[in-house]
């Protein structure tokens, strides 16, 4: 299949690791393994196979995800950088309907083939962000925001059904320093009183192959524990900045070989209401595959 008819596809790949007694550790090894097998053989059926999934799905002890994402415009220059926006979609759930773990935290390694320019762009700083509700945080910040999306909680406290709060997302560019980019996403729940929650994501080059960036977001604990993330959905907008009397766009890439590749090298989900049965902490790592159309 040619990587014109890739479309929007999106693949995971990729493996879970649970953290529990030696006992349940070996059943799950077994469990992995197999796993393991199973994902290597669908990987090698090739471009194919990658292509035909709009979503993927993986699981780790109870805990299921499934991931989307695209690029826009799909067809990009081989090898001048162009302007881009960039969509992410997520759900989180457990097998057996009990609140999820809580995700925490996540180191992805990015397609070098991206890029982020700051230069211009106005600056938000964390601290600005911390106790305000959506409308604040836009009017304090509002010539740095970069993207917007909307997003679910459940909140779960014993012995009381849980509570699903929604909340919009808004991204923020938190500039550069040396070789350090960060980022904040915003959002705010009013249950059980109203807070701000602000995930701080940091960017950093590296020269890894086909990788050029490593990005770390950490998301705080929300209701002192309570809380956990449902889904979320955001985009990060094409958006033009000038710099120097030229203009740019915040997000750039190009398309040398019909995809873009991430590696997932940690992403950290703790089981903070100590569900039973479910391991306190769940790590996935695996890798993405994003593909774009080649142009001139």
């Not at 929007?8 to 090894?29: C, H, L, N, P, S």
């Not at 109203?194 to 990005?215: E, M, N, Q």
Request: a positive charge; one cysteine or more.
């Amino acid at each position: 299949m040619s990587p014109e008819a890739l479309n929007t596809a999106f693949a995971f790949y990729g493996r879970g690791v649970v953290w529990r007694g030696k006992k349940e550790r070996d059943t799950d090894m077994r469990k992995n393994v197999l796993a393991a097998l199973a994902l290597s053989a669908v990987l090698a059926i090739g471009v194919a196979a990658i292509a035909s999934a709009a979503g993927t799905t993986i699981r780790a002890g109870n805990l299921i995800l499934r991931f989307g994402s695209n690029v826009a415009p799909r067809k990009l220059p081989g090898h001048r950088y162009a302007p881009i926006a960039l969509h992410i979609n997520g759900k989180i759930k457990t097998s057996d309907g009990t609140h999820p773990s809580a995700f925490r935290e996540a180191t992805v390694d990015i397609d070098k083939n991206g890029r982020i320019d700051t230069r211009g762009v106005p600056v938000c700083r964390g601290g600005q962000l911390e106790a305000r509700d959506t409308k604040a945080a836009k009017r304090v910040c509002r010539r740095a925001i970069v993207g917007h999306g909307n997003a679910h909680v459940e909140i779960s406290f014993p012995e009381q059904a849980p509570i699903k709060v929604a909340s919009p997302l808004l991204i923020f560019n938190g500039g550069t320093k040396g070789k350090k980019t960060t980022m904040y996403i915003h959002s705010f729940i009013t249950v059980p009183v109203p807070a701000a929650i602000v995930t701080t994501i940091t960017i950093k080059k590296i020269h890894k192959g086909r990788f050029g960036y490593r990005t770390v977001a950490k998301v705080p604990v929300i209701a002192g524990g309570n809380g956990s993330a449902l889904d979320f959905s955001f985009t990060i907008a094409k958006k033009f900045f000038s710099f120097k009397r030229r203009k740019h766009s915040y997000l750039e890439a190009r398309c040398p070989d019909g995809h873009f590749q991430a590696k997932v090298r940690r992403s950290l989900f703790k089981n903070e209401t100590r569900e039973p049965g479910v391991a306190p902490q769940t790590v996935l790592k695996g890798g993405i595959v994003v593909p774009c159309k080649r142009g001139r």
